[in-house]
């Protein structure tokens, strides 16, 4: 018998209780940014005596963990992270945060609690591996790139391929999304600053006013992302924020844009930054205002190494069933970190369908970021089995690049 046709789902059920206290704990007290030093902590206390070498981060609050099998081979990681959200919690749990404007919004609590299950499960198998496991907890998803910190402390040193996994709470629970390439988009913030001249509201024409050029400039980047960027290769750029004025009787000198643009592919997303440039330029220039435009590079495209992403819903077909198993026809415009390892090194990030089981329809469940997500705990156990066998799988050799 195969450790791929071993009972996983039935071991990771057995280990469910737990992987839900340790999620519940974390979703009480979650943490910002790349300091998390409670949820290090309990990550570091649930993996004691698990016969692992561990190590922690200087330049931020990771853990780094690593299963040494009986036989040498390839090394393969999975990853967690570990960080919440500046943001408040409406959704009434018994569980939920204590901290104000702190929430688990994305799911990382339930990320963290089942990778530390996978952990467990798969030391129990240590003498049935040839090769290694890297588990890496990471802080800092959310905007602070702690991944791309944790790849220059060395994480993905020696890794010859990552997976991870992303809670999806409009996904029904059991069921695996996968695509192989782009399968997250960038995401950059545009400031557009339009900077005209001030004055006496009663007299525009004897000012510059730069509050209808600024709302001319939001309108035409609308237009040019539908009319200059391919429908198949496409860029979402929304501006979010408009900050202007004192009062109702006073133009103000200049106005503020802000917003955020995403793209599935590099080239698209580079074109479109000259593109806003053009646009917000050209649009000052024709009413007698300048503007000054900064584009803030964020998280860059998450590309899935095609054969991997493949290899990896295999491997949840095997355990859950193919019906249970979904190829994406399109990409996410959310983004990730896990962009930077799998820029590194050949692997995927497969979604994981949490919606809790009273909703009737998935698609109308409050989504990550949402101040009222909740999500099926139940369905971890399947993320807790589906990173153990994945990490089983390619130990095992039945992943080829070629």
């Not at 309990?42 to 853990?63: C, P, R």
């Not at 220059?152 to 999806?168: N, Q, R, S, Y």
């Not at 509201?201 to 009319?227: F, G, K, N, Y």
């Not at 409050?366 to 990173?387: F, T, Y």
Request: with cysteine; glycine share 10%; net charge negative.
């Amino acid at each position: 018998m195969t450790l791929l046709e071993e009972d996983l789902l039935s071991a990771a059920a057995d280990l469910l209780p737990g992987a839900v206290a340790l999620r519940r704990q974390l979703h009480r007290q979650p943490e910002l940014g790349l300091h998390l030093p409670q949820t290090q902590a309990a990550v570091l206390a649930e993996l004691e005596g698990l016969g692992l070498k561990i190590s922690t981060g200087k330049g931020l609050s990771s853990v780094v963990a690593d299963l040494e099998g009986a036989l040498p081979g390839p090394r393969i990681l999975l990853r967690g992270d570990m960080d919440a959200l500046p943001m408040p919690e409406d959704t009434g749990l018994e569980y939920s945060s204590e901290l104000p404007n702190t929430m688990h919004a994305c799911g990382h609590d339930a990320h963290t609690a089942m990778l530390v299950g996978a952990a467990r499960l798969l030391s129990g198998l240590r003498k049935q591996l040839s090769g290694s496991i890297r588990f890496m907890f990471q802080p800092g998803e959310e905007g602070s790139g702690g991944a791309a910190v944790m790849i220059e402390e060395g994480v993905v040193d020696g890794v010859d391929a990552a997976f991870a996994m992303h809670i999806a709470p409009n996904l029904p629970s059991s069921m695996v999304a996968w695509k192989g390439g782009p399968v997250m988009a960038s995401a950059d913030v545009v400031k557009i600053t339009v900077t005209g001249r001030g004055g006496h509201a009663s007299s525009p024409h004897w000012a510059c006013d730069p509050v209808p050029v600024a709302c001319e400039v939001v309108l035409a980047l609308q237009s040019m992302i539908t009319r200059t960027v391919d429908a198949f290769d496409p860029a979402v750029l929304t501006i979010a924020q408009i900050n202007a004025g004192t009062t109702n009787n006073v133009i103000p000198e200049s106005v503020e844009l802000i917003g955020t643009l995403r793209a599935v592919s590099e080239g698209t997303r580079h074109a479109v930054w000259e593109r806003v440039r053009t646009v917000a330029e050209g649009i000052a220039s024709a009413h007698g205002c300048t503007t000054s435009v900064e584009i803030l590079e964020g998280y860059p495209v998450t590309v899935n190494t095609p054969k991997f992403a493949k290899f990896a819903a295999s491997v949840a077909g095997s355990i859950f069933g193919e019906r249970h198993v979904l190829n994406m026809p399109a990409p996410v415009m959310g983004a990730e970190d896990f962009s930077y390892v799998l820029a590194k090194v050949p692997g995927a990030m497969l979604f994981l369908g949490v919606c809790p089981p009273e909703q009737k329809n998935s698609l109308l469940a409050p989504a990550c970021h949402s101040n009222k997500m909740v999500l099926n705990e139940q369905a971890m156990a399947d993320g807790i089995a589906l990173h153990a066998a994945v990490a089983i799988a390619f130990l095992q050799g039945d992943y080829s690049p070629s």
